[in-house]
């Protein structure tokens, strides 16, 4: 089938891309490469650099294509910067996701796959690991505006029959992800520790995540294209992860020989925080395959490759 994949330049977008291509798919790509990179995009995927603001550049695109599902990644992603700035957030998030909405409705796309928060959109829990029932009350405005657009795919699936699956991610890393921005603590630790430069751990380290490998979020996307009709689904692990056992596992890894630094713990992130994948693993069949400390043998792998390229 015909596939266009939002924020296909992307860290994750990418990954999915790359299924969909591997699958058998004809696949189509928009990106403004604000946060991805052209290089990321599969060579056999048609690439249009186009900021999902972008109404009338987005109804062209989609005129042009007709796929018969929408994947929706792009997004503003960064935690901190929704909290310091929450009117470009929403404008990505919100309003950009709106412009997708409505030309797929309008071009006939079928189904919307979209990638949610897991790790933002429930705030600090009141029990762990959250399942899909757990109160949605997100402390950021990441988590807002990304449940928000939950209510708009129901809300659209219900008035005009365009179908949904919402993916709630944790925190997903991997080869790719952006180690310069302020996102992605497994990457940023990787980049610092190869350059031999000090890392610094937000608060105490002793907050927890949820870490899934990027190829795992990947299949879950392949298997969303036939199954999960007007659901949401968590994925996870079930297991929480501080940031001091991942800079220890990383330190090992890169033989890293100095100590972190702990700064100031940041506005809006939640302290601990692990997902129940059961209704994935149910409904879906999907269930985590890499385990971390592999998944971080390969990030390492791919960061040493990509810092000795720089060089």
Not at 184 to 211: H, K, Y
Not at 251 to 275: Q, S
Request: proline fraction near 5%; hydrophobic fraction near 35%.
């Amino acid at each position: 089938m015909k596939i266009l994949v939002t924020g296909g330049a992307g860290f994750i977008g990418s990954h999915v891309v790359d299924a969909y291509v591997e699958a058998g798919h004809e696949v189509v790509v928009v990106d403004n490469l604000t946060t991805g990179r052209q290089e990321n995009v599969h060579p056999e995927a048609r690439f249009y650099e186009v900021d999902i603001r972008d109404a009338e550049a987005v109804e062209k695109v989609f005129a042009r294509e007709k796929p018969e599902v929408v994947n929706h990644h792009a997004a503003q992603v960064n935690v901190r910067h929704s909290v310091d700035d929450p009117i470009y957030d929403a404008e990505v998030n919100v309003l950009g996701s709106l412009n997708v909405l409505l030309a797929a409705r309008r071009h006939g796309a079928r189904k919307v796959i979209y990638s949610s928060t897991g790790g933002a959109v429930y705030g600090e829990p009141v029990y762990l690991p959250c399942d899909e029932e757990h109160p949605v009350n997100p402390i950021c405005e990441y988590g807002a505006t990304k449940h928000a657009v939950e209510h708009y795919l129901y809300m659209y699936r219900e008035n005009y029959g365009l179908d949904y699956t919402v993916l709630r991610y944790p925190n997903v890393y991997g080869p790719r992800q952006d180690p310069k921005g302020e996102a992605g603590v497994v990457a940023i630790f990787t980049r610092q520790m190869l350059l031999d430069e000090q890392v610094i751990i937000n608060g105490s380290g002793e907050q927890e995540r949820d870490f899934v490998y990027v190829a795992d979020c990947a299949r879950a996307n392949i298997t969303a294209l036939e199954h999960g009709s007007g659901e949401i689904y968590n994925l996870g692990t079930g297991r929480g992860t501080s940031v001091n056992e991942i800079f220890a596992a990383l330190k090992a890894l890169t033989g890293y020989r100095r100590d972190p630094v702990h700064g100031p713990p940041k506005v809006g992130e939640t302290f601990r925080i692990y997902l129940d994948a059961t209704r994935a693993r149910r409904e879906l069949g999907w269930e985590p395959t890499v385990s971390l400390e592999e998944g971080l043998r390969r990030t390492v792998e791919f960061f040493r490759n990509r810092v000795a390229e720089e060089a």
